[in-house]
């Protein structure tokens, strides 16, 4: 009998509700919103201290322990986050309601963790987008993203890769002479803008070489 009810309450909230997953119904928004901020707190604080000693680093040359450290340190990090992510996903989908802050970490786990992953929410990115709920800055990183990693030219010229000489060098981006135009559509600065900026608060040097092809990128990355 108590099977009976179940089932009949599921089948009544289907109706009810058509076209609305089961598990949105029992998601505590709340909960997963403070553990995704808590999430994106370790994401960013452990990367935070990784720029400085990566920008004393190319200065010097001294650090490189340091960085090894970290790295790993950085892993778990990413890795106990997907985890995290994928549990709530598995159970709340992606809820609107999430804080402005859960959002961002939804986001950037994504984007530090498998190609997959980020190409399986890449259309969910974009619907946050178009509600309001994150910038388009934000699609812009995670589809550079996805061609990079596809080995494919980016478009608003947001991913990095460290050339054979340690330096930070931008993907080859389709298109260059149109590039500080693309960029203004999602609100990000001009390149030249953002490669100064960089250096000055961070202290990250990346360069953008015009006659970088797609091809010898790909081989310095060893995609080919």
Same mark, same amino acid.
């Given at each position: ?31 997963? &919103? ?6 994106? =707190? ?22 490189? =322990? ?9 892993? &778990? ?60 800055? &934000? ?70 070489? &015009? ?14």
């Amino acid at each position: 009998m108590k099977n009976a009810r179940l089932l009949f309450f599921l089948i009544l909230l289907i109706i009810m509700f058509p076209g609305t997953p089961i598990y949105a119904f029992q998601c505590d928004t709340d909960a997963m &919103s403070a553990e995704l901020d808590a999430a994106y =707190t370790a994401d960013q604080e452990i990367r935070h201290e990784m720029m400085g000693v990566l920008s004393k680093y190319q200065e010097t040359g001294e650090g490189m =322990t340091d960085l090894l450290r970290l790295k790993g340190e950085m892993d &778990s990090i990413d890795q106990s986050n997907q985890k995290l992510l994928t549990q709530w996903m598995n159970r709340c989908g992606w809820p609107d309601g999430l804080t402005s802050n859960a959002h961002r970490a939804v986001f950037m786990i994504l984007q530090h963790g498998g190609l997959e992953e980020m190409k399986r929410f890449i259309g969910e990115v974009r619907e946050k987008v178009d509600k309001g709920l994150m910038k388009p800055e &934000s699609f812009a990183l995670m589809s550079d993203r996805i061609a990079m990693r596809e080995g494919r030219h980016q478009t608003y010229g947001t991913q990095t890769f460290q050339s054979p000489n340690s330096v930070n060098t931008v993907w080859p981006v389709k298109n260059p002479e149109r590039l500080d135009q693309r960029r203004q559509q999602v609100g990000l600065p001009p390149m030249q803008e953002y490669i100064r900026v960089a250096k000055d608060s961070m202290g990250v040097v990346m360069v953008m070489d &015009s006659t970088l092809t797609l091809e010898a990128a790909r081989e310095m990355r060893g995609m080919d």
